[in-house]
T-cell receptor
Framework: NAGVTQTPKFRVLKTGQSMTLLCAQD?????MYWYRQDPGMGLRLIHY???????AKGEVPDGYNVSRLKKQNFLLGLESAAPSQTSVYFC?????????????FGSGTRLTVV | KQEVTQIPAALSVPEGENLVLNCSFT??????LQWFRQDPGKGLTSLLL?????REQTSGRLNASLDKSSGRSTLYIAASQPGDSATYLC???????????FGTGTRLQVTL
């Protein structure tokens, strides 16, 4: 099925551990995004990419790194996890220049840092 | 900095009622506004997108309006059904890389 796939769906990390969240889309979308969702705060943009090989910071980038080596994949890395990074992470993609039509979200990764 | 507010935070209505969800934003320089639906433990599903030059969009029982000058949008749901129970999120697109700024959502429960 066409769409955005996130792996893993759930993960528990210890403080200080590292991990990578993978986002893959098969719609040939140019733009990809990582958001985090916390209770009472809505979704906030972490990092985004407007094309293969490009990345840019969003609203809350500290503690995260990203890479977009292939157009269809967007990776989010946590180098040293902290309890404040406990959240639900959503990846999204959209066609570039489309004004936001066809925004597609993954089903999310629920991360707990203990 | 763009800020998006949604009122009410939660709403419970009996089946069959018409209802209105509200969204307000602080910077009227938007490219478009979208309404999303989120079911518990799931991702977001796009419902309606209104361009900045438009006043409203309709899809089935849903109607979204936009008053850019006053920084407001409403989502009208007609003849509500239990299947409409979900969280509804409003998001504004300022145009730069199609980044979205989200409100905190309205959690809707439609009871039998």
């Amino acid at each position: 099925n066409a769409g955005v796939t996130q792996t893993p769906k759930f993960r528990v990390l210890k403080t200080g551990q590292s991990m990578t969240l993978l986002c893959a889309q098969d719609m040939n979308h140019e733009y990809m995004y990582w958001y985090r969702q916390d209770p009472g705060m809505g979704l906030r943009l972490i990092h985004y990419s407007v094309g293969e090989g490009t990345t840019a910071k969003g609203e809350v980038p500290d503690g995260y790194n990203v890479s977009r080596l292939k157009k269809q994949n967007f990776l989010l890395g946590l180098e040293s996890a902290a309890p404040s990074q406990t959240s639900v992470y959503f990846c999204a993609s959209v066609s570039g220049g489309g004004g936001g039509y066809g925004y597609t979200f993954g089903s999310g990764t629920r991360l707990t840092v203990v | 900095k763009q800020e998006v507010t949604q009122i009410p935070a939660a709403l419970s209505v009996p089946e069959g009622e018409n209802l209105v969800l509200n969204c307000s934003f602080t910077d009227s320089a938007i490219y478009n506004l979208q309404w999303f639906r989120q079911d518990p433990g799931k991702g977001l599903t796009s419902l309606l997108l209104i361009q900045s030059s438009q006043r409203e969009q309709t899809s089935g029982r849903l109607n979204a309006s936009l008053d850019k000058s006053s920084g407001r949008s409403t989502l009208y749901i007609a003849a509500s059904q239990p299947g409409d129970s979900a969280t509804y999120l409003c998001a504004v697109n300022t145009g730069t890389a199609s980044k979205l700024t989200f409100g905190t959502g309205t959690r809707l429960q439609v009871t039998l």
